[in-house]
């Protein structure tokens, strides 16, 4: 299984991004899909998570009504929308694909797979 994480950059604050997150290996459409960030020095957070089941999609309070999680199961690969940046944003994202029940799709201890990160830097 592997998860590629792209789509990072440099953008200023108040633009937008989409990352991606291809998956080889299992099928998103049977597995909860999830972005995580970390920024420097701070700890691994959720961000946004697609379930395999009922497709629900669920954000962090920090991101609601700015960022899109969606997921395309014939490319087998999970999007994240990012508009109106802030330089809070600015982290390495990762997606992650398990099968957490419920309460914990927020955890990264919920998740198998990860993909290696990608950058996002946004400048004020």
């Known amino acids: 299984v592997q998860l590629q994480a792209s789509g990072g950059g440099l953008v200023q604050a108040g633009g937008s991004l989409r990352l991606s997150c291809a998956v080889s290996?299992?099928?998103?459409?049977?597995?909860?899909v999830t972005w995580f960030r970390q920024a420097l020095g701070m700890e691994r957070g959720f961000v946004a998570v697609?379930?395999?089941?009922?497709?629900?999609?669920y954000y962090s309070d920090a991101v609601k009504g700015r960022f899109t999680v969606s997921r395309d199961n014939a490319k087998n690969t999970v999007y994240l929308q990012m508009d109106s940046l802030k330089p809070e944003d600015a982290a390495v994202y990762f997606c992650a694909a398990g099968r957490p029940i419920l309460s914990n799709i927020r955890a990264d201890s919920g998740y198998t797979y990860w993909g290696q990160g990608t950058l996002v830097t946004v400048s004020s």
């Open positions: 697609v379930t395999w089941s009922g497709g629900r999609k």
């Open positions: 290996g299992l099928a998103v459409s049977t597995y909860t």
